[in-house]
């Protein structure tokens, strides 16, 4: 089971120290990789209609993640570089394969590309895309398969409900389709994600019903014919849960056939890179203890 970090970036106040700083300090640990959560714009929540449900506010810090995965390529050396998801059908498809082609280039194949499918309209209102909030499910489906075609055809001819490619495509090319990962808290994510994805990355869900899940996803593997010891299961680790429980939690998910884990620092009460930097230094103690 592949062990990784999530980028504390809502508690660092967008210092831009603190991400090399961080970045380099999980791969000198011997970390495998590194998640970075996505939101282009915060939210006031306050009398909203409708209602804001996500955790994130106007009030929490993000990085643009592939603009950190670029800067992020060139500082590090063999940690894989994360979305732990991009909200992709707020995003122009082609860009996006544009972009994650770069960053797989230039970090040498290190980037899995998590994708889901947001919750925040406001965010999709401001980025000129309102309408594809309310399908948003079936336009990540068309944009999974545009990606893969743009990162494998030198030329496509691609037509769909939101995308028109007439004998076009990206140069250069990703010497590999890049692995795509789905998030989400739906039935109908756990399905999409057995159906195209090449793995699923449980956030924000206790070890509990991650594991019933990940069950529950895996008969639909098995219902679909595919191969699940190709598909990826990882799980957010709460650090915050205290080191009582971080052994229980960690091998719970690996006796389940979990095959990547992460832990957060955020909610913890840190305050600096500094503290979050020991608390992963304290966590991988256990980890490797197991």
């Known amino acids: 089971m592949k062990a990784g970090v999530v980028y504390p970036q809502t508690e660092l106040n967008g210092d831009p120290g603190a991400v090399k700083a961080f970045a380099q300090a999980a791969e000198g640990m011997g970390y495998d990789h590194l998640v970075i959560y996505d939101h282009v714009l915060g939210a006031d929540h306050a009398a909203r209609e409708p209602k804001l449900w996500g955790p994130y506010t106007d009030k929490d810090p993000f990085h643009e993640p592939f603009v950190t995965f670029g800067f992020l390529a060139g500082v590090t050396a063999t940690i894989e570089l994360v979305t732990g998801v991009i909200v992709l059908p707020q995003r122009q498809t082609a860009l996006v394969a544009k972009q994650a082609a770069d960053i797989d280039l230039f970090s040498g194949e290190r980037l899995r590309l998590g994708v889901g499918l947001g919750w925040n309209w406001v965010e999709f209102d401001a980025l000129e895309v309102s309408d594809y909030f309310r399908r948003r499910g079936k336009r990540e489906e068309e944009q999974i398969a545009l990606l893969r075609r743009l990162w494998t055809e030198p030329v496509i001819a691609h037509s769909d409900s939101d995308h028109r490619i007439d004998r076009a495509g990206i140069l250069p090319r990703p010497k590999r389709s890049i692995p795509i990962w789905l998030g989400g808290f739906s039935k109908p994510a756990f399905e999409r994600a057995a159906r195209i994805g090449d793995g699923f990355l449980f956030s924000g869900r206790t070890q509990a019903d991650?594991?019933?899940?990940?069950?529950?996803?895996?008969?639909?593997?098995?219902?679909?014919?595919?191969?699940?010891?190709?598909?990826?299961?990882?799980?957010?680790?709460?650090?915050s849960r205290g080191p009582e429980r971080w052994a229980g939690d960690i091998t719970a998910w690996r006796d389940a056939g979990g095959s990547h884990i992460s832990v957060v620092t955020m909610g913890a009460g840190l305050t600096s890179v500094d503290e979050h930097i020991e608390a992963?230094?304290?966590?991988?103690?256990?980890y490797d203890g197991l």
């Open 210 to 239: 991650a594991v019933n899940v990940k069950a529950q996803m895996e008969q639909k593997l098995d219902e679909l014919k595919r191969d699940k010891s190709a598909f990826g299961f990882e799980c957010i680790q709460q650090y």
């Open 280 to 286: 992963i230094r304290v966590w991988r103690e256990t």
